[in-house]
């Protein structure tokens, strides 16, 4: 490794220590995602034709997660007015203590730390637009990278290699293992989360499932948050399922267990041959990801894992090396 790129990847370094002390995993994951769907679309090569459909799959995306919430914003506290009452009767039949009886306690309970009043209402609205702006600003990086990837302004012609220009060349490489590492981990997370959907579907449709776009839209959404999101989505459905009847509650829980054991078969194939990477070491980096920039680095620490991997897999070990040129 010759001294520019060993520059390269402490100033690399330094930019995702960076990141993630700003919280600005939202931007960085806008700007993978964007710059994701701007290849995707490029398939014929015309990148005014990317643009155009970029755009409008941007103007689709929030349209629909807008509804999303909206819906989700109206219905969840349905559901959990009836749910907990019938999860309430039935732990207590069985014997079981839970934190909560009623939708009340159960808000109180998730709640308790958290302050009431006109300061907290400005603080959650100067997230809310903070989170906005690096949206929009992530949306615009990607655009803009895929329209200009040089390091300059204008295209120049090429001259004598300077210092600048061999350190945005080994910066660019660096960016490119990173956003391949995304590619990969993202692609295989979305055809997991899509499998699980289909499947999910399958199971809400054939129990008559009240809520059932709102569910599998969930279903999707937790999907692409690796391990955990499925814990998250499960337990929304076997509240649900409580609602209709304790029975159906149980049977929801034990198909949802069963279909996650079967999907660890088919994740160990799509996961292991893209990522190879272990469970352990993936909850450290969810862990670590969630304490710095919470859902963004949950989903970006599997991606964070694969770079590094793959960054030091391209390099031999010292003694490998010099045990070569002995």
């Known amino acids: 490794m010759n001294r520019t790129a060993q520059v390269s990847f402490v100033l690399f370094t330094l930019l995702m220590a960076l990141i993630a002390s700003l919280n600005l995993g939202t ?3 806008t700007a993978l995602f964007g710059y994701l769907a701007l290849q995707v679309f490029n398939l014929r090569g015309s990148k005014s034709l990317s643009v155009v459909l970029y755009l409008l799959t941007v103007v689709v995306v929030v349209a629909g997660l807008t509804y999303f919430a909206a819906l989700a914003y109206r219905t969840f506290p349905k559901i959990a007015d009836a749910a907990i009452p019938a999860m309430a009767e039935f732990a207590e039949k069985n014997g079981i203590d839970l934190p909560f009886t009623d939708y009340a306690s159960l808000k109180v309970s998730a ?9 907290t209402i400005g603080r959650y609205a100067r997230i809310a637009s903070l989170q906005t702006i690096l949206l929009l600003a992530g949306m ?17 012609a090429p001259g004598v290699p300077t210092a600048y220009s061999e350190l945005t060349s080994e910066l660019g490489l660096r960016f490119k293992t990173l956003y391949q590492s995304f590619a990969r981990v993202m692609g295989a997370q979305i055809v997991i989360a899509a499998i699980n959907t289909i499947l999910t579907a399958v199971f809400l449709i054939i129990c008559r499932y009240p809520y059932t776009p709102l569910l ?5 959404l937790c999907g692409l948050l690796p391990i955990v999101g499925n814990l998250t989505s499960n337990t929304v459905i076997v509240g649900v ?3 209709m009847s304790p029975k159906m509650g149980l049977i929801a829980l034990i198909f ?20 190879d990477s272990p469970m352990w070491l993936t909850l450290i ?3 670590i990801g969630e304490r710095l920039m919470g859902v963004p680095g949950m989903i970006l620490a599997p991606v964070i894992l694969h770079y590094v991997k793959a960054e030091m897999s391209v390099y031999r070990a010292p003694s490998q090396t010099s045990s070569l040129t002995e």
Request: aromatic share 12%; no cysteine.
């Open 285 to 287: 980096g969810l862990v």
């Open 27 to 29: 931007f960085l994951l």
């Open 216 to 220: 599998l839209g969930l279903v999707f």
């Open 140 to 156: 615009v990086v990607a655009l803009s990278v895929f329209l200009n990837p040089s390091w300059t302004a204008a295209r120049t």
């Open 111 to 119: 709640l308790e730390e958290a302050k009431e009043g006109v300061a």
């Open 256 to 275: 949802l267990v069963t279909i996650h054991k079967l999907e660890y078969f088919l994740n160990s194939k799509i996961i292991g041959t893209r990522i």
């Open 241 to 243: 399922g409580f609602t």
